[in-house]
């Protein structure tokens, strides 16, 4: 070792560069509290109809994005549905999907057992037979032995319980798919696929030349249940993708990588938050463990290196109790020092009655927000959305965060 010593500046430079390089082919970034996102084994659910005949009532996880993993009677009107996460340690997020039916027409109460110490989060919703999801009212909410107990009626069309309205893997492709039709700028390109095969596809969106043009980076659903994250994506990138004169303008200055569905396994098997590794997508950032994190990293980088150009704005698409932004203390030196200020201004004022709520941090686990940061010095921010936050607020709030973003971009 004692050699490495006299190496030249630059040599060292680029022996430890190699070095760091490792399969991926791009450099890890270094942060203040690492964490180990090499593959844990995860529990796969039997998928299969639950039966329970004295009660004349039904279940089944045989679809993508179900979560359940067993059903038993409790008295003569409730069920305990049994919900497991993918491992543990985890976030304690239970989510659950799964249908029920009955051969007769009934009320039953359905009480929610999760492991020791996890609290339920989510409220209920149903898919009814017209596919609307419908939340349950919250007079319809009870305790049994303790547990979060919820009453519907059944009847022998099985209606699918939620945490939160699906959207799987073959949902998010028709989405995206759809606008991909719709709008000549859009390109939809299969860069990797998932630990199980899974296709990982963006949208690539530009209009003419990639060369020098500055790259916003849109990501969303490393954590599987994070539908109203989601939902927040898909009316933001619709709206990038509405024609006209903004948009036009917004797309002559910059191009746009999507990534719709980053945990694609995560989100069919039903998980709570990770992926078929058993990991946290979003604490990879830094080793790249992971495919899709991998993967991901890789193609936009080649992207930065071939077209010679940056990543200025990344956001990444989450929900969580409360809507709120979470952001880089540090705003000096990033591509666009000034763009978070004007861009909460702007939404305060144009969206009616908005406060935003932002929480500044230093990304000191491998975040996305913090990877842009550290990587491009570009402006990284999680962007997240409550839980119970009405649809029809989501769609207004990522609508004109949208459309203020693009104003400001193009000023
Ligand atoms: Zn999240």
């Given at each position: 070792?004692?050699?490495?010593?006299?190496?030249?500046?630059?040599?060292?430079?680029?022996?430890?560069?190699?070095?760091?390089?490792?399969?991926?082919?791009?450099?890890?970034?270094?942060?203040?509290t690492p964490v180990d996102t090499k593959d844990k084994t995860i529990q796969y659910q039997s998928k299969k109809t639950y039966e329970i005949s004295d009660l004349d009532v039904y279940a089944s996880n045989k679809f993508p994005g179900a979560r359940l993993n067993g059903i038993e009677k409790l008295n003569d009107s409730t069920v305990k549905v049994i919900i497991h996460p993918e491992n543990k340690p985890i976030n304690p997020?239970?989510?659950?999907?799964?249908?029920?039916?009955?051969?007769?027409?009934?009320?039953?109460?359905?009480?929610?057992?999760?492991?020791?110490?996890?609290?339920?989060?989510?409220?209920?919703?149903?898919?009814?037979?017209?596919?609307?999801?419908?939340?349950?009212?919250?007079?319809?909410?009870?305790?049994?032995?303790?547990?979060?107990?919820?009453?519907?009626?059944?009847?022998?069309?099985?209606?699918?319980?939620?945490?939160?309205?699906?959207?799987?893997?073959?949902?998010?492709?028709?989405?995206?798919?759809?606008?991909?039709?719709?709008?000549?700028?859009?390109?939809?390109?299969?860069?990797?696929?998932?630990?199980?095969?899974?296709?990982?596809?963006?949208?690539?969106?530009?209009?003419?030349?990639?060369?020098?043009?500055?790259?916003?980076?849109?990501?969303?659903?490393?954590?599987?249940?994070?539908?109203?994250?989601?939902?927040?994506?898909?009316?933001?990138?619709?709206?990038?993708?509405?024609?006209?004169?903004?948009?036009?303008?917004?797309?002559?200055?910059?191009?746009?990588?999507?990534?719709?569905?980053?945990?694609?396994?995560?989100?069919?098997?039903?998980?709570?938050?990770?992926?078929?590794?058993?990991?946290?997508?979003?604490?990879?950032?830094?080793?790249?463990?992971?495919?899709?994190?991998?993967?991901?990293?890789?193609?936009?980088?080649?992207?930065?290196?071939?077209?010679?150009?940056?990543?200025?704005?990344?956001?990444?698409?989450?929900?969580?109790?409360?809507?709120?932004?979470?952001?880089?203390?540090?705003?000096?030196?990033?591509?666009?020092?000034?763009?978070?200020?004007?861009?909460?201004?702007?939404?305060?004022?144009?969206?009616?009655?908005?406060?935003?709520?932002?929480?500044?941090?230093?990304?000191?686990?491998?975040?996305?927000?913090?990877?842009?940061?550290?990587?491009?010095?570009?402006?990284?921010?999680?962007?997240?959305?409550?839980?119970?936050?009405?649809?029809?607020?989501?769609?207004?709030i990522g609508r004109i965060s949208a459309l203020e973003m693009m104003k400001l971009l193009t000023d």
């Amino acid at each position: 070792m004692r050699n490495f010593l006299f190496l030249k500046k630059p040599v060292f430079i680029l022996l430890s560069s190699i070095f760091f390089l490792g399969c991926s082919g791009i450099s890890s970034v270094p942060f203040e509290t690492p964490v180990d996102t090499k593959d844990k084994t995860i529990q796969y659910q039997s998928k299969k109809t639950y039966e329970i005949s004295d009660l004349d009532v039904y279940a089944s996880n045989k679809f993508p994005g179900a979560r359940l993993n067993g059903i038993e009677k409790l008295n003569d009107s409730t069920v305990k549905v049994i919900i497991h996460p993918e491992n543990k340690p985890i976030n304690p997020s239970p989510y659950y999907a799964f249908e029920l039916w009955s051969t007769n027409s009934k009320e039953i109460y359905v009480a929610f057992q999760y492991p020791e110490k996890v609290k339920h989060r989510y409220r209920p919703k149903i898919r009814e037979e017209n596919n609307e999801w419908r939340q349950i009212d919250t007079n319809q909410f009870y305790r049994i032995d303790s547990l979060f107990t919820v009453k519907v009626s059944l009847d022998q069309k099985p209606k699918i319980l939620a945490a939160q309205e699906l959207a799987n893997s073959k949902d998010v492709k028709d989405w995206y798919t759809n606008l991909g039709n719709m709008n000549k700028y859009v390109h939809i390109k299969k860069y990797g696929s998932s630990k199980l095969g899974r296709d990982l596809n963006l949208l690539d969106i530009y209009k003419g030349e990639k060369e020098s043009k500055p790259i916003l980076v849109l990501l969303t659903r490393q954590h599987p249940p994070e539908i109203t994250g989601y939902l927040a994506y898909q009316s933001f990138l619709e709206t990038i993708l509405k024609e006209n004169e903004i948009t036009e303008r917004f797309l002559d200055e910059y191009r746009v990588l999507a990534f719709p569905l980053l945990n694609p396994d995560g989100v069919d098997l039903g998980h709570w938050r990770h992926n078929a590794g058993g990991v946290d997508l979003n604490r990879d950032w830094s080793k790249y463990n992971q495919p899709e994190i991998r993967k991901t990293v890789k193609y936009i980088d080649e992207q930065v290196k071939k077209y010679n150009t940056t990543v200025d704005l990344a956001i990444d698409f989450h929900s969580t109790y409360e809507d709120v932004f979470y952001t880089n203390k540090q705003r000096k030196g990033t591509q666009l020092p000034n763009f978070i200020k004007n861009w909460f201004d702007a939404l305060e004022k144009e969206i009616p009655e908005y406060v935003v709520n932002e929480a500044a941090g230093n990304s000191k686990k491998p975040v996305s927000k913090g990877w842009f940061l550290k990587k491009y010095n570009s402006v990284g921010i999680t962007y997240e959305i409550g839980d119970q936050t009405s649809r029809d607020r989501i769609d207004e709030i990522g609508r004109i965060s949208a459309l203020e973003m693009m104003k400001l971009l193009t000023d």
